[in-house]
């Protein structure tokens, strides 16, 4: 009997949660709940993914897309993730302690409790959908842009700030098990970019119509000066966590977002990321909204708005989660300022990935006139 993929995998999940709390009851020497703490969270997912799909739901499915095996991994850890900002939340109790004593305590800091937050809900999710998709032979690209932007921006943030952090002092064997699933995700990551899109049907005379100055496209226009704004906000808070001596900095980092002087570093870390890695997509993004053609658009917009979603949502947490020491969250006084830039922040990409999915044709390969008139006539 086949079983559907979708089903399989979130058994597989719940498999997660169980492990942890027989192993905090049975486990008691530090060193083999390390052993075995690394273990959960690593091996057992790869042996999950392989045996369980292949043996129970892709027995009779052909030409098998490499990617389930990736979702059906991630899957696993989600619901650890989850488990642990629940337990760190005080909703649920006896499932992490073995492991978080001495195999990674920077999961206690509230940037990493949201962060598990994003994976235990939004990413197992999208990954259930997906492969649901996936398996009815419908398209989940853009699903798959979105988590790739979101785990590769979620791994780079804690890998470099755990490194440079507080934490650095404290890391052990069992912090490097992050790092397959950094490679992980650029795999991922690099199929779905290297698989081109299929490009929608858009007839020659609309793409003509659409792809105006950017003067007569206010929808555009309007995207244009926010993603100006965000990236004059990038450079700010950047140069901020960067020890600008400007009065503006100084008042910025201490009066509104003192978060970002935690030393965790996983905030410095997030605006060093939005610096080199973001900006330069802002702008690209700016140039494409005015130059007609740029079909990547619809793949780089949706990843963009994956990686801004996620680290933006652990950023918006942390500044405010309990578990953040008093003195680095918002001053009272200034939440409202301070919860509006970061949220506009967030739904600036998501609008523009909304905008190129909802009406692609500016983005489209430019068509001549002859082309245009040979269309007409066909229709």
């Given amino acids: 009997m086949q079983l559907p993929v979708e089903i399989c995998v979130f058994v597989q999940s719940l498999v997660a949660p169980l492990t942890l709390y027989t192993l905090n009851i049975v486990v008691k020497q530090p060193v083999m709940a390390l052993t075995v703490g690394a273990a959960v969270l690593y091996i057992i997912p790869y042996i999950m993914a392989f045996l369980v799909l ?82 009815r032979g419908k398209s989940y690209r853009s699903m798959a ?43 991922g990551s690099v ?57 503006a900095c100084f008042n910025y980092i201490y009066q509104y977002e003192p978060y970002l002087k935690d030393p965790v570093a996983f905030p410095k870390i997030t605006m060093l990321v939005y610096f080199f890695y973001a900006l330069p997509l802002l702008a690209a993004f700016i140039y494409a909204l005015s130059s ?27 500044l405010q ?4 020491p008093f003195t680095y969250r918002i001053p009272t006084d200034k939440w409202w300022p301070v919860m509006i830039l970061n949220g506009l922040y967030l739904a600036i990409p ?10 692609p044709g500016f983005f489209m390969p430019t068509v001549s006139k002859r082309e245009t008139d040979q269309d007409k006539k066909d229709n």
């Fill in 54 to 135: 292949n043996l129970l739901a892709l027995q009779y499915w052909e030409d098998i897309d490499p990617l389930v095996y990736v979702f059906a991994t991630f899957s696993f850890t989600c619901l650890v993730g989850l488990t642990n900002a629940l337990e760190q939340d005080g909703l649920i109790s006896g499932y992490m302690g073995f492991y978080l004593k001495k195999g990674e305590p920077h999961l206690t800091a509230a940037y990493a409790i949201m962060m598990n937050y994003w994976e235990g809900v939004l990413h197992l999710l999208l990954f259930l959908i997906m492969i649901h998709r996936m398996f």
């Fill in 350 to 359: 998501i609008l523009l990935a909304i905008r190129c999915r909802a009406s």
């Fill in 145 to 187: 842009l979105f988590w790739a932007g979101s785990s590769l921006a979620h791994q780079m943030v804690l890998l470099t700030g755990v490194v440079i952090g507080k934490y650095g002092s404290t890391i052990g064997p069992a912090f490097w098990r992050n790092a397959p699933f950094l490679l992980l995700s650029i795999w």
């Fill in 191 to 247: 199929l779905l970019f290297r698989n081109p899109r299929e490009l929608p049907v858009v007839p020659a005379d609309k793409v003509t119509v659409e792809q105006r100055r950017l003067l007569s496209r206010p929808v555009d226009l309007s995207l244009s000066l926010l993603l100006l704004a965000a990236m004059a906000f990038t450079v700010f808070r950047g140069v901020v966590v960067l020890d600008c001596p400007l009065d």
């Fill in 321 to 324: 989660h309990s578990r953040t």
């Fill in 292 to 318: 007609p053609g740029c079909t990547w658009m619809l793949d780089w917009t949706m990843f963009y708005a994956g990686a801004i979603a996620q680290t933006q949502w652990c950023h918006i947490g942390g």
